[in-house]
């Protein structure tokens, strides 16, 4: 492919969706200043339509911000000397860093950090769907909503106008799953990525709380 085309498809995807998007590049983080690189490289990909891109990478930022949070919870969020980190989050990023998803979103309900119900769509719905979905490339976790049979037809080219139907299983047939993955990965990245965003501010803004208790 030339670059040309390259540039045409960038530039259409840039004047169309900068706009929508672009509100994330702005975010003034209050904590998790770590995940400011990750933000803005799916605010990227969400602009240039990387739909399969954006959840994957949601699931890493949701990942790390539970992981941090839990850190953070800890550690405080007041200003740590310097000569004092090694220290300070040595523990913590032992205790934490190795966390599965799970058992990091069971800390964080135990700790309150986040509420049942955030608990429960996270363990049961963003756990099984998108990040073992897209993360594991499991497809039977993301298409295990959508029919098995689709109905296709076909005809041959000796004889063109005998038109025949065939029942195909689109969760088992590959070229089928992979259109059903690209459509559930077009409609659902984007309110995926919005969910973990404004997790992000809930948990900063809890941490913040917590503390003037």
């Given at each position: 492919?030339?670059?040309?085309?390259?540039?045409?498809?960038?530039?259409?995807?840039?004047?169309?969706?900068?706009?929508?998007?672009s509100?994330?590049?702005?975010?003034?983080?209050?904590?998790?200043?770590?995940?400011?690189?990750?933000?803005f490289?799916?605010?990227?990909?969400?602009?240039?339509?990387?739909?399969?891109?954006?959840?994957?990478?949601?699931?890493?930022?949701?990942?790390?911000?539970?992981?941090?949070?839990?850190?953070?919870?800890?550690?405080?969020?007041?200003?740590?000397?310097?000569?004092?980190?090694?220290?300070?989050?040595?523990?913590?990023?032992?205790?934490?860093?190795?966390?599965?998803?799970?058992?990091?979103?069971?800390?964080?309900?135990?700790l309150?950090?986040?509420?049942?119900?955030?608990?429960?769509?996270?363990?049961?719905?963003?756990?099984?769907l998108?990040?073992?979905?897209?993360?594991?490339?499991?497809?039977?976790?993301?298409?295990?909503?959508?029919?098995e049979?689709?109905?296709?037809?076909?005809?041959?080219?000796?004889?063109?106008?005998?038109?025949?139907?065939?029942?195909?299983?689109?969760?088992?047939?590959?070229?089928l799953?992979?259109?059903?993955?690209?459509?559930?990965?077009?409609?659902?990245?984007?309110?995926?990525?919005?969910y973990?965003?404004?997790?992000?501010?809930?948990?900063?803004?809890?941490?913040?709380?917590?503390?003037?208790?």
């Open positions: 492919m030339e670059k040309a085309i390259f540039e045409n498809i960038f530039k259409d995807c840039l004047d169309k969706n900068f706009e929508k998007y509100r994330f590049f702005e975010y003034k983080f209050k904590i998790f200043f770590e995940l400011q690189n990750s933000i490289e799916v605010a990227k990909c969400l602009i240039l339509e990387l739909d399969k891109a954006t959840i994957t990478l949601t699931n890493y930022i949701l990942e790390r911000l539970l992981k941090l949070a839990l850190v953070h919870k800890e550690v405080g969020i007041g200003p740590i000397p310097v000569e004092q980190w090694n220290i300070v989050f040595e523990g913590p990023s032992l205790k934490y860093g190795s966390l599965n998803l799970g058992n990091s979103i069971e800390h964080c309900l135990k309150n950090l986040i509420s049942q119900t955030e608990r429960d769509f996270l363990f049961n719905t963003v756990r099984e998108m990040r073992n979905g897209f993360s594991h490339a499991d497809s039977e976790k993301i298409l295990k909503d959508i029919p049979i689709a109905v296709g037809f076909y005809a041959n080219f000796n004889n063109p106008t005998e038109i025949k139907k065939v029942d195909l299983n689109q969760k088992t047939i590959s070229p799953q992979a259109v059903q993955i690209d459509n559930f990965a077009k409609e659902n990245s984007f309110y995926y990525f919005e973990v965003f404004g997790l992000i501010e809930k948990l900063e803004n809890r941490l913040i709380d917590s503390k003037s208790l």
